[in-house]
């Protein structure tokens, strides 16, 4: 859904670039990395997501399924991260060149994965909502996939489904590890594109998991380089909760010593 019509329908007077995004999301990680990498201005209208901004009737006026990010391009709304960054990106440039459609597809395809394994890997050990909150939560938000997916949270996710997530990544990354074994630098080429920009927050999250990339040393490669670009460090590194990077490697290191970690499931177990 590239664009949409806004329920707040005072977006479309909005001038210029408005981004609504939130710390340490995932996607709003890429949208910020394309907006510094092209060196473009924009207003920031940070959601906290701890707080559950998001689940509030003005946001999800904003975005109708009340999850970040959302951006207006002078009047105009889009609310999937995939279609922003090519939004952002200026047609004809290197970045857009560089934009597989494959793995745009395959970055977008790999977000609900990518969000279980958070909360089971990085969340579930800082993770405190009281009864009220959650409830307030159930009542307030109208996405009801978002909704049983806290239930799910709260009540424990099947080691099935675990299984098949980090299965699935590792089958991502492997191919993303394949693309790179022709010594391209990056995922598209040997020019650095929305593809790059695309799977950049992806695997920085897996690896706060302890993400084995031992075993895509192409990508573990790839990823090195990236890291580098200073739109990595402005936009995901500087943007990050010390204190709360601090606790997941605490909980990371916990679960490892428990034999309980990500290596643990599907099939990097064994």
Known sequence: MPEIEPGDRSLKDLQGL????APMSSCSQRVRIVLA????????H?????????????????HPNGLVPAFVDNGRLFIESVDIIQQIADPGS??????????LAM????QADLKLATFEFLFRGVERSDKESFDT????????????????FASGFEKSRIDAVVTR????????????TDGRRFLSGNTFGLADIAWMPNVHRFSLMGWPFERTPHLKNWFERVSERQSYKEALLDWQNEALTGAFADYTSQRRSEGTDIRTFGSLDG
């Open 169 to 180: 990544t590792d089958k991502a990354f492997k191919r993303l590890d394949d693309l790179l």
């Open 37 to 44: 990498e092209t060196g473009k201005d924009y207003t920031s």
């Open 18 to 21: 408005h981004l609504w995004h």
């Open 46 to 62: 940070l959601i906290d997501l701890a707080k559950d901004e998001h689940a509030t009737p003005e946001y999800q006026a904003i």
């Open 137 to 152: 939560f159930q009542q307030q938000h109208r996405n009801e996939w978002l909704k049983q997916f806290r239930r799910d």
């Open 94 to 103: 290197e970045l857009s060149a560089s934009g597989s459609t494959e793995l």
């Open 107 to 110: 970055a977008d395809d790999a």
